[in-house]
């Protein structure tokens, strides 16, 4: 079973200058919001697919049984929370 710090740390790896808002109470249900320079001119199926990739082993071995996320570029969450 992954943590909400574990799950973080991955996507944080992964995304070139990323950085991710996770959390979980019951060790398989996650929400997560990921800022990511990555995510700019993509779509956000396009954006979940990209985090999708990197969490699918641990999501196919119930780790992660679901992960509820929203993607932001840098600029896009500046100006949704200033």
């Not at 959390?23 to 995510?39: K, L, N, P, R, S």
């Not at 699918?56 to 929203?70: E, F, P, R, V």
Request: aromatic share 8%.
């Amino acid at each position: 079973m992954l943590t909400a710090t574990e799950i973080q740390k991955i996507l944080e790896t992964n995304l070139l200058n990323c950085r991710a808002i996770v959390e979980g109470e019951d060790g398989v249900h996650f929400t997560a919001q990921i800022i990511c320079e990555q995510f700019s001119g993509l779509n956000s199926l396009k954006r979940q697919q990209m985090v999708y990739g990197f969490l699918n082993t641990y999501i196919q071995q119930g780790d992660i049984h679901a992960l509820s996320m929203k993607t932001w570029t840098p600029s896009e969450w500046e100006k949704q929370h200033g």
